[in-house]
């Protein structure tokens, strides 16, 4: 499907109530089944080894003997929870830091293929934890400017790294993967719409003082924040991500919020920091009061 | 608008016959052959002796229009072919950011559009300034990698990558080179180890490559004949004679110079072409041009830009 594009002098408004209007999230623990094709890791032996080698580092044979995951069947599984049957996607946009067991592959273009819509689809990597929030602010760009309305943010993480990289480095404990569907409400649906999001470098950590200010806020905000950030002050509640999941823990906490969201109006205000750089992302969503249906009002005590 | 700020390209002086990658992967005689007399490629560029980092930085050192501006940069994007092209989590891109003074812009790979990542690179970086609202506001977009393992030696019966790099200044708006329209088709299906769809793939190759040029330009309210020149990606002549024919499109107006000499250098091949065509004063004020790649090996993208110079 040829998609065209104009480029736009500023970014449009997106229709009222645009933003998170369903999530998944999943946990792989078993190796995929493309590491069990031989043939498959043969490839990956020889281009691992051949990544390695000018840095005068040494492939693991034993670890690539154990496989890992591969972002395209981690995705696959993602959309189908994700997208509800009937639905389909302008914009998809894969989110990751540790490199699955396909590393050249052009794992969206597949993922467009597969993806109800065939939609258009990129990657957004090498920048740690800020990588999903980059995803989300591209989501936001290419909805105003580019009427890519409906899109699926992908943030995966996979545990398996065949080798020692020499410098320090957070693996993720198990492979997760996390979908939010974003859109213009459906009738009657609730969405999370997005409000500041941002990724500031170290210094004066603004990122951080954003947090903090979200306490200001008018309705009951809650927190949820990496592991390597402290608790914000003025948060009404704080949820802090698994250490174990560098990558998607912000994001798998927002799914478990926005599964099961409290009846009243409420802010979530997501922060992360990338330990290695120092720069703190902050996404902020507001979900509006649940519109409660006469006929259902009406049975309730 | 989008719009070109400042190109900088580097292909290294390093040149290697076509024959020293072909040994190297097992190809027969008859192969290499083909690639010198039909598809006339001859040697492709190298820096045996550097890293990813210096290619890039040598790209850079080049890029006069960052010079004062490096504050006003928000976001550096590398786009690249292969989505892994370093051990994880090393970081040479940032490193490079850092010594240009580029420390505080968000710094992140954007890809898996294969060799055509460099065209999204541009559209993606100007979403994200318009978005911002900020008109003082630039990114970077970077391109170039290593021919560091098989893969990323040979496009099966199609070309031999060089080595090389770029570095694009690109602004949310402005008068120069403006962004006028992006045509892309992602063809998933393509990603298979089929042979027979190896074949449907080299038989589609120029059609669906000319239909990205087509969407592009009449998408910019152009025709093909405004087209003052293509900057192409520099896989091998017969691709784009192929091309030509199938736009009606004359062949000298697509800059091909480099083919035979550097090879198809990733994602930089539009940008390296950028410099070759405004060396030769190709590029003519007010005159639209085409910049167009195609992204191949498991899946396939086929993109374009109408720009106006």
């Known amino acids: 499907m040829m998609r065209t594009f104009v480029p736009h002098g500023a970014a449009a408004a997106l229709p009222a109530g645009w933003g998170v209007r369903r999530t998944a999230r999943l946990a792989f623990p078993g190796p995929s089944a493309l590491a069990a094709d031989p043939a498959h890791t043969e490839r990956l032996r020889v281009y691992l080894a051949d990544l390695l080698q000018p840095y005068g580092l040494a492939l693991d044979e034993a670890a690539l003997a154990r496989g890992g995951q591969s972002y395209g069947e981690m995705a696959e599984a993602l959309i189908a929870q994700a997208v509800p049957p009937g639905e389909s996607v302008d914009l998809l946009v894969l989110a990751y830091s540790v490199p699955d067991i396909t590393p050249g592959r052009a794992t969206t273009t597949w993922l467009s293929h597969l993806c109800p819509g065939t939609p258009m689809a990129l990657a957004v990597s090498d920048q740690g934890p800020a990588a999903a929030f980059t995803a989300l602010r591209l989501i936001q760009a290419y909805a105003a400017g580019a009427g890519l309305l409906r899109a699926l943010l992908l943030v995966v993480e996979q545990d398996a790294l065949p080798y020692d990289p020499g410098v320090p480095v957070a693996l993720p404990t198990g492979s997760h993967g996390v979908a939010l569907l974003l859109g213009p409400p459906a009738p009657g649906e609730r969405t999370a719409t997005i409000g500041a999001l941002t990724t500031s470098a170290a210094p004066g950590r603004p990122g951080a003082e954003a947090l903090a200010g979200a306490g200001g806020a008018h309705v009951p905000v809650t927190a949820i924040v990496g592991p390597a950030l402290p608790p914000p002050p003025g948060a009404h509640r704080v949820r802090t991500a698994d250490a174990g999941r560098p990558t998607t823990g912000v994001w798998w906490e927002l799914a478990a919020e926005l599964a099961a969201p409290p009846p009243g109006p409420h802010r979530l205000v997501l922060a992360d920091q990338a330990t290695d750089r120092g720069t703190v992302s902050l996404a902020a969503f507001d979900v509006a009061a649940a519109v409660r249906h006469a006929a259902t009002a009406g049975r309730r005590p | ?309």
């Not at chain 2, 083909?34 to 290619?55: K, N, Q, S, T, W």
């Not at chain 2, 994200?128 to 970077?140: N, V």
């Not at chain 2, 030696?153 to 570095?167: I, K, N, Q, Y």
């Not at chain 2, 042979?195 to 038989?203: I, S």
Request: hydrophobic share 45%; aromatic share 8%; net charge negative.
């Open chain 2, 1 to 309: 608008m989008t719009a070109l700020v400042g190109v900088a390209a580097w292909v290294p002086p390093g040149r290697v016959a076509i024959e020293e990658p072909a040994g190297r992967l097992g190809l027969s005689g008859m192969q290499v052959k083909i690639f010198r007399r039909y598809h006339r490629l001859g040697e492709v560029a190298r820096d045996p002796d550097g890293e990813l980092r210096d290619l890039l930085r040598a790209a850079l050192e080049r890029l006069d229009a960052l010079r004062g501006r490096e504050h006003l940069v928000r976001y550096v994007l590398h786009a690249r072919t292969f989505p892994t092209v370093v051990p994880y989590p090393h970081d040479p891109v940032r490193q490079v950011c850092e010594e240009f003074g580029l420390g505080h812009a968000a710094v992140f790979a954007v890809g898996h559009h294969a060799c055509a990542s460099g065209l999204l690179a541009l559209d993606a970086a100007g979403r994200l300034l318009a978005a911002d609202g900020d008109p003082e506001g630039l990114a970077l977009v970077l391109t170039g990698e290593k021919a560091f393992t098989a893969e990323a030696r040979l496009v099966p019966d199609t070309s031999f990558f060089g080595e090389g790099a770029a570095a694009c200044l690109v602004a949310a708006q402005g008068e120069r080179d403006r962004l006028l329209a992006y045509a892309t088709e992602l063809r998933g299906d393509f990603d298979t180890d089929d042979p027979e769809t190896a074949l449907e793939f080299q038989r589609v190759y120029a059609d669906e490559l000319a239909s990205a040029i087509t969407a592009a330009v009449a998408r910019a309210g152009l025709a093909m004949e405004d087209v003052g020149v293509i900057l192409p990606h520099n896989v091998n002549r017969v691709a784009w004679h192929q091309v030509c024919r199938t736009l009606g499109y004359p062949r000298e107006r697509v800059v091909l110079d480099n083919v035979a000499t550097t090879g198809h250098v990733f994602c930089a091949d539009s940008f390296v072409n950028y410099r070759t065509a405004q060396d030769r004063g190709l590029l003519r004020q007010g005159e639209p041009y085409v910049m167009a790649a195609a992204g191949a090996g498991r899946g396939a993208t086929f993109s374009a830009m109408a720009f106006v110079h």
